[in-house]
């Protein structure tokens, strides 16, 4: 009964290659997340996606692309891996309550190693 | 522009011996301070919320507090499985769901 998972926890793969890292959050949230977490542990927003609506998108650069099915699903693709996009990535989700968004809560994380 | 800074950056503790973590902030507006504990390898896990300066929350050895500059996040008679990182976020008024994070305090508590 994991409330939100990612999928792979692992991914290891060559510059130039295009990637993908799915999440999904069985909380019944209408909101959800991407982080990255650089090797100096430091957490930074990418994008949000508010019941299927793109509504952060941080500056990133256009070779990610988030994508969501549904409200329960944002998944993250990355096109061209280049060295410095080796990091973890975390998906997170939250309610939104009063027109608010509330407490986030995390996945697992995925670990993303680019030779 | 928005800040939040997490002091120490690490803390090391004897089991029992009580301390506190730092977390001032910056920002035009606060909606909420929110407290996370993260384990190697793993997401963050939420603590705590508090939305108003004066608030405190309670869990286990843990206790968070707020002011209009700063959160303190207490740690009382810590035990070793309290070691991890401590990561505080805050939400402000005018940023529809985004969090800032600071960068953390690592804390390992020795036996």
């Known amino acids: 009964d994991t409330a939100v998972s990612q999928t792979p926890k692992y991914l290891v793969t060559q510059m130039g290659n295009d990637k993908s890292i799915k999440c999904e959050q069985n909380?019944?949230?209408?909101?959800m997340y991407w982080y990255k977490q650089d090797s100096k542990k430091f957490l930074k927003i990418m994008f949000s996606?508010?019941?299927?609506?793109?509504?952060i998108n941080e500056t990133v650069p256009n070779r990610f692309s988030p994508k969501s099915p549904d409200k329960a699903h944002l998944n993250l693709h990355i096109n061209s891996l280049e060295l410095g996009d080796s990091a973890v990535y975390f998906c997170?989700?939250?309610?939104?309550?009063?027109?608010?968004?509330?407490?986030?809560?995390f996945g697992p994380g995925t670990r993303l190693t680019v030779l | 522009e928005d800040q939040v800074t997490q002091s120490p950056e690490a803390l090391r503790l004897q089991e029992g011996e009580s301390s506190s973590l730092n977390c001032s902030y910056t920002?035009?507006?606060?909606?909420?301070l929110f407290w996370y504990r993260q384990d190697p390898g793993k997401g963050p896990e939420f603590l705590f919320t508090?939305?108003?300066a004066g608030e405190e929350k309670e869990k286990e050895r843990l206790k968070a507090t707020l002011t209009k500059k700063e959160s303190f996040l207490h740690i009382t008679a810590p035990k070793p499985e309290d070691s991890a990182t401590y990561l505080c976020?805050?939400?402000?008024?005018?940023?529809?769901?985004?969090?800032?994070f600071g960068a953390g305090t690592q804390v390992v508590v020795t036996p």
């Open positions: 997170a989700s939250s309610p939104t309550t009063s027109g608010n968004t509330d407490t986030q809560y």
């Open positions: 996606y508010n019941n299927k609506e793109l509504i």
């Open positions: 508090l939305y108003s």
């Open positions: 909380l019944g949230h209408d909101t």
């Open positions: 976020a805050v939400q402000t008024t005018d940023s529809w769901g985004k969090f800032q």
């Open positions: 920002v035009s507006g606060l909606r909420g």
